[in-house]
């Protein structure tokens, strides 16, 4: 086990505060797990993991006692006493303690016996040696790195790999299959490309079962990190040469392999999934650096929104874009004269997507909607790049999707793949017109979020009705008239409109 001083990533004050309440109780205290590894990576991390041989809680209270005492302000401890942890807010860093320990697990159970244990048995514990290696905080020995596991070694050649038989270390928790592709995915980058090792890929191979009892919770919160991360791709395809994927979404693995009949085979949908996943997050990550990606906050009781700029990425868009051909199996069909058609895939995978959601405990809610919207609507603006467009088509559009437009402009651009680089270069230049022409028609006729500009209240106000059938014929139709551009999106011209209509259904105004 080499042994280095690198008290140089160590200059934050919070490590001194540490290393000198841990003398004071006189327990050993370590930083350990992803801090080390991001300061050797030269990564940003503000995310701080003390291990100490004792009570995590005592010497978090003890750290804030010497922050109060020292800089004169309130320093509040959040105790976790179930699970021995206690956590504190220091400047711009979240600092958690635990006591270091060791664990043991039933063959059938996730929830592991948990022992006081030392240093040493707690990096054994841990998923993988990158994460495994330590900086000391006492005295005599400051900022020294602790690597029983050959961490740095691995992190320098890009490899993933437990610090156990790869089978012990992911039998005792299967998430660790999980989070390995999803530590290979995120640390990868353009100059350096992570790899799990070969016998920790046999191994998961050999051990997918085991993911039948892990909460589909924890799988979720791993799916969600793998697809923030820059290329989604690099861990989908991990989960599907692995078998893990058909333990979370197998309807994913029916978008594999070509079909052919008659010499004509189809796009192999599981490879442009893939694809627009990662198109999806070159395109959000560039409008989020240019300040153009934005989110729409509801106001509470009310049908306004709060916009600003969006500063990470949107998981629920990542999802869009993995789901956004999911109907295309249900929907194949073969014609001899046209070849392969997959005719409202979008319609069927907008109905799978609430099914899907619920089958992975995933929020039902307007995210869910998010998701089903864009599903559904990801082939509007691609149809409009074939067709004439027309300002009622676009009013249509922008009727549809609402705040949502922008994100799945960018779905729709992400959308547009295929071996030959002189289509791509031909549909995207049509999809600009129409990007143009949705701005256009937004800054003239206002439809995006569109309200109608008569009301149930106007009309019934007008008329002396009570709710009815007849109000309701009235709004539809002015709606209609709007969108097809027969009148503009003003009350004057609506309401012109809507006395021509209640005049022909018989209706007459009160005096």
């Known amino acids: ?41 030269g990564r940003d991390n503000d995310d701080i993991d003390i291990v100490v041989e004792g009570s995590g809680i005592e010497l978090a209270q003890a750290v804030a006692s010497l922050i109060e005492e020292r800089e004169r302000h309130r320093c509040n401890v959040s105790v976790f006493r179930n699970f021995g942890t206690a956590m504190l807010k220091y400047h711009k860093a979240e600092i958690e303690f635990v006591g270091a320990r060791k664990e043991s697990y039933s063959r059938d159970s996730r929830k592991p016996i948990v022992e006081d244990g030392t240093l040493e048995e707690d990096q054994m514990r841990r998923d993988f040696t990158i994460n495994a290696m330590a900086f000391s905080l006492q005295k005599e020995d400051y900022g020294n790195l602790i690597d029983p596991f050959g961490g740095i070694r691995d992190l320098a050649a890009g490899l993933i790999r437990t610090p156990l038989a790869p089978e012990q270390t992911y039998s005792d928790d299967p998430l660790r299959m999980l989070r390995a592709i999803r530590f290979a995915t995120k640390l990868s980058t353009s100059e350096m490309k992570f790899t799990i090792v070969p016998e920790s890929i046999a191994a998961m191979k050999a051990m997918k079962d085991r993911m039948t009892i892990l909460s589909k919770e924890r799988i979720v919160e791993e799916m969600n990190k793998i697809l923030i991360t820059s290329h989604p791709s690099m861990g989908l395809r991990l989960m599907e040469e692995t078998g893990l994927m058909e333990y979370i979404l197998p309807g994913l693995l ?33 409008a989020i650096a240019e300040g153009t990606a934005k989110d729409y906050t509801p106001l509470e009781n009310s049908d306004e929104y709060v916009e600003s700029p969006r500063t990470e990425p949107c998981v629920w868009l990542r999802w869009a874009a993995l789901l956004h051909d999911i109907g295309k199996p249900a929907s194949k069909r073969f014609d001899a004269s046209a070849g392969w058609t997959f005719h409202g895939h979008e319609v069927i995978g907008s109905k799978m997507v609430p099914k899907l959601f619920q089958s992975l405990k995933m929020p039902l809610n307007e995210k869910m909607k998010y998701v089903q919207k864009l599903v559904g609507l990801h082939h509007r603006p691609i149809a409009l790049v074939d067709d004439e467009v027309t300002d009622s088509a676009v009013r249509r559009l922008l009727f549809d999707a609402g705040n949502e437009i922008d994100d799945l402009m960018l779905l729709c651009n992400a959308d547009i793949t295929s071996k030959n680089p002189a289509k791509v270069a031909r549909i995207k230049e049509n999809f600009e017109l129409v990007k143009v022409k949705l701005v256009q028609v937004e800054e003239k006729d206002a439809v995006r979020n569109f309200k109608n500009p008569v009301t149930g209240e106007h009309i019934m106000e007008v008329y002396g009705l009570s709710p009815c059938r007849e109000i309701g014929v009235i709004k539809e139709y002015v709606k209609e008239a709007i969108l097809d551009g027969r009148i503009g999106n003003k009350f004057e011209e609506a309401d012109v409109l809507m006395r021509e209509i209640a005049a022909e259904m018989g209706l007459s105004p009160v005096e």
């Not at 160590?10 to 109780?25: N, T, W, Y």
């Open 254 to 286: 029916s978008l594999k392999g070509i079909e052919t009949v008659d010499g004509k085979g189809h796009k192999e949908i599981f490879s442009h999934t893939l694809q627009v996943v990662d198109n999806v997050a070159e395109g959000e990550m560039k």
């Open 1 to 41: 086990m080499g042994v280095t001083l690198f008290a140089q990533f160590l200059e934050k004050p919070i490590f001194g505060i540490v290393s000198d309440a841990a003398s004071k109780l006189g327990v050993r205290a370590f930083v350990i797990g992803g801090y080390v590894r991001d300061c050797f990576l």
